[in-house]
């Protein structure tokens, strides 16, 4: 795995070289799209992944329609097989009133491996990262594993706390009860895929069988 943190960072050497206030129109897009020639067959005859992060800017004058775009030219937009769309929507505190993490929102703008537009939201915490008890909440919680009743959660007939953050941190508290909301969910995904198979075993015969009453 190769990561470019980030593209608005590349810097041309033109413009290393030269005096600040100077013009250099079309530098970096032209600097991408010669990068990505040759980076693109180097990186699929190694199997390498390579990521790119890049910042959103806005163009000038725009008045109907987005004015957000990224920098580095349209190039980066092309040969990429996956765009995500990253963003932090809200700020994560703790019990104090201390910030110690974002919620953050991704949505998938192109995808050549799998259908795209697809939106996740999850936590960043400042320690640890992405936050595992709170993607098994959130998942536990819109399968209907984890009851939701006002502001207070509880699982398997068990109030576990009041409020999302305090459920989260129960969680994070106790890895035991964690691991029994991950088991019910992998039972209830299991369930649904014996479900879908066997509604497509079960369409064979209809099949058959109304071939034989044509006959």
Known sequence: MLVIDSVAALVPRAEIEGQMGDSHVGLQARLMSQALRKITGAAARSRTCVIFTNQIREKI????GNPE???????LKFYASIRMDIRKTAVIKDPAGEANGNRCRVKVVKNKMAPPFRIAE???TYSQGISRAGSILDVATEMGLVEKRGSWFGFGGEQLAQGREATKQLLEAD????DRVLDAIKGKLA??????ESSGQSAEPVAES???ADE
Do not use: H, Q, R
């Open 61 to 64: 004058g725009v008045m109907f």
């Open 69 to 75: 775009t990224t920098t580095g030219g349209n190039a």
């Open 122 to 124: 999850f936590d960043i």
């Open 175 to 178: 890895p035991a009860l964690a």
């Open 191 to 196: 369930e649904k895929m014996t479900v879908s």
């Open 210 to 212: 109304a071939t034989e």
